[in-house]
């Protein structure tokens, strides 16, 4: 993987007290292993003025999906969930210390080849070995845009990624330093049990207005859900969501305070290249 340790500058402070003294040569790795879509690392330097006043408290994702968030925040104590068993599945490997064997090419008989065998492991029970972590990443970088999507029957069925080049990582051992105070936990975000200090950062999917299509199946009233669970916990809270009238109104109905931020320009599968506007709700802080 390109990249693979951070500028000096970024590891001082926190970050490089969390590694001890004993650790001055230990350069972590800068980025989040994995593609994901929705993916933060865009917001990470604003987050950072917000969590630099509580960098020793625990930092609590909900909606963990690709690590950006926790990769450029470098907390020393986190909790880290996703209600995706793949995706936990691939960081508690890392974090005993991945290395990998299978073969990895950007080839398309290669690629199907994998995702028959990582549904076949699947299919057996044998979602949470060594392989399946390995051909998850394999499939995450070699397949359609870091697709995660299942059929009906829960096979895997995101097709062949067209890339020009992919450099594939076989060595995640430093993440297993990084990943060390942190804990990853697989469900829905209701079921975490918030400490009162607890720095809670929670990205849920999108917030889809004026259409019955909800990304990942996140209908409105998921939503509301999240916004109460949020609103019930004690210490800080950041929530991000799209800038939606609705998801205004009901963060402000709530007693957060709103920020707004440009999201970074993309093009929408409708040609549409306007930045989308983001709100981070704060609580707390
Ligand atoms: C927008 S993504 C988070 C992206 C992340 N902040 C990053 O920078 O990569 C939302 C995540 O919420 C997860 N998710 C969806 N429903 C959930 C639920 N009920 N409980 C916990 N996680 C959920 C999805 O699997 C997805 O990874």
Partial sequence: MKGQS?????CTGPVAASFGASSAEFK???RPPLKWAGGKRWQVPHLKEIWQSYASRRLVEPFCGGLAVAMGLMPQRALLNDINPHLINFYRWL????TISIPMDNRERLYY????????????????TRETAALFYYLNRTGYNGLC???????????FGRYTRIAYTKDFTLYSRVFDGWRFRCGDFEA???QPGDFVYADPPYDVEFTSYAKEGFTWDEQVRVAEWLARHRGPVVLSN??????????RQLGFTLRFLQAPRKISCTGDRTPA????ALRNV
């Avoid at 951070?6 to 970024?10: E, I």
């Avoid at 974090?95 to 991945?98: E, F, P, Q, T, V």
């Avoid at 999507?149 to 097709?159: A, D």
């Fill in 149 to 159: 999507r299942f059929n009906r029957s829960g096979r895997f069925n995101v097709p």
């Fill in 113 to 128: 080849g994998h995702r028959a065998r990582f549904n076949e492991l699947l299919a057996e029970g044998r979602g949470q």
């Fill in 6 to 10: 951070l500028p000096q500058a970024s």
């Fill in 277 to 280: 506007r983001e709100v981070l």
């Fill in 95 to 98: 974090k005993r210390g991945l």
């Fill in 242 to 251: 799209q800038a939606t009238d609705r998801i205004v109104s009901l963060y």
């Fill in 192 to 194: 975490i049990a918030l």
């Fill in 28 to 30: 972590p790795p800068a």
